[in-house]
């Protein structure tokens, strides 16, 4: 099955994100299941390179380079990126800039879509 998360949330501003990472880790521990995840908004902040929090029991950016090991596509909304001034080199490279239109085509490829 096809799964598209979309993240909208930064990593520690809330549950949200880590509970998504959780569940798509889930999800890619069978290999039938093809995982996506697209970051918009503040969501884009999860995929920094270099993030490490020191007052939280998870760390996000080794939670997507685990994912991306699985075969899971991670992209990043362009927009909000230029929006927030954040250059490529900032991204974890596992993560990917892509367009809204990259987020259409994922949403009518996937079977589920998932929103956190």
């Keep these: 099955?096809?799964?598209?998360?979309v993240l909208n949330d930064s990593p520690y501003?809330?549950?949200?994100?880590?509970?998504?990472?959780?569940?798509?880790?889930?999800l890619c521990r069978s290999t039938e299941n093809e995982i996506r995840l697209f970051l918009i908004g503040d969501g884009v902040s999860s995929a920094f390179e270099g993030l490490t929090p020191a007052h939280v029991h998870y760390n996000s950016p080794e939670m997507f380079r685990q994912l991306a090991a699985r075969g899971?596509?991670?992209?990043?909304?362009?927009?909000?990126?230029?929006?927030r001034?954040?250059?490529?080199?900032?991204?974890?490279?596992?993560a990917v800039r892509r367009t809204l239109d990259?987020?259409?085509?994922?949403t009518e490829e996937a079977d589920k879509v998932l929103v956190f």
Aim: charged residues 15%.
């Design 72 to 83: 899971a596509g991670i992209g990043v909304c362009k927009t909000c990126l230029e929006e």
């Design 85 to 94: 001034g954040i250059p490529d080199q900032n991204l974890l490279s596992c």
């Design 1 to 5: 099955m096809k799964y598209l998360f």
């Design 13 to 26: 501003s809330s549950q949200r994100t880590y509970n998504a990472l959780r569940l798509a880790g889930n």
């Design 102 to 106: 990259d987020l259409t085509l994922w």
